[in-house]
Every structure is written in C-alpha cells, then in structure tokens.
Nanobody, 123 residues
Framework: QVQLVESGGGLVQAGGSLRLSCAAS????????MGWFRQAPGKEREFVGR????????YYGDFAKGRFTISRDNAKNTVYLQMNSLKPEDTAVYYC????????????????WGQGTQVTVSS
C-alpha cells in the first residue's frame, strides 16, 4: 500500500509555471508506475501523463505535450509535474496516482490516489 500527498498548487497567471510534487509513503514507491490526472469542475477526470518505474519513459495527454514534464526521484519517494506556459483551461484539481494494471491512461486502472492540489490559472 502507498499513501500519496500532493503539494505545490496555487494561483498563477497565464503563461506562468508551477511545479507540483507528490510524496509517497512506503518502501515500494519505485515499483509503481505513477500518473498525474486533473479534474475541472463539471468535467471528468483527465489523464495528464505517466512515468515508468525507473523514470526512463514518460507519456502525456495531447494537451500536456511540450508544456508539462513528469519526473520522479525514487530515493525521495517523490514524483513531480512541471507545468509551463499555463493556460486558464489548465485550471483544475491535480491528482497523482499509483498504477495498478492495464492501460495507464485510464483513471480506473490506478488504485492509490492523493487528495489533490488546486491549480488556478488566471487570464
């Protein structure tokens, strides 16, 4: 089992940057593929991207490509989401999650979730 706690959200102007962190408890963090999702009010949870166990491979949703970067530090049990060139439509609660099985793009295939951190991008 792993517990996840996100931090780093806040209010930023359009064009700005934020780095989100997700700290994991437990000694098995490095065995998990980790994902980031987001959810805006009235919308379904949306896949942002994921990173493989060793950090050597990442995959992103179309809106995130070229602007967002996921990294991890297994020694610190932490995964990061660097967000650049933020837009008002990026406003959402951002969640990190530990993958269970199956397609890594689907939220249903993740079994551990953090509480989320709010990101608000003003125009």
């Amino acid at each position: 089992q792993v517990q996840l706690v996100e931090s780093g959200g806040g209010l930023v102007q359009a064009g700005g940057s934020l780095r989100l962190s997700c700290a994991a408890s437990g000694r098995t963090f490095s065995s998990y593929i980790m994902g980031w999702f987001r959810q805006a009010p009235g919308k379904e949870r949306e896949f942002v991207g994921r990173i493989m166990r060793s950090g050597d491979s990442t995959y992103y949703g179309d809106f995130a490509k070229g602007r967002f970067t996921i990294s991890r530090d297994n020694a610190k049990n932490t995964v990061y989401l660097q967000m650049n060139s933020l837009k008002p439509e990026d406003t959402a609660v951002y969640y990190c999650a530990a993958h269970s099985r199956g397609d890594t793009s689907y939220a249903a295939n993740y079994n551990y979730w953090g509480q989320g951190t709010q990101v608000t991008v003003s125009s």
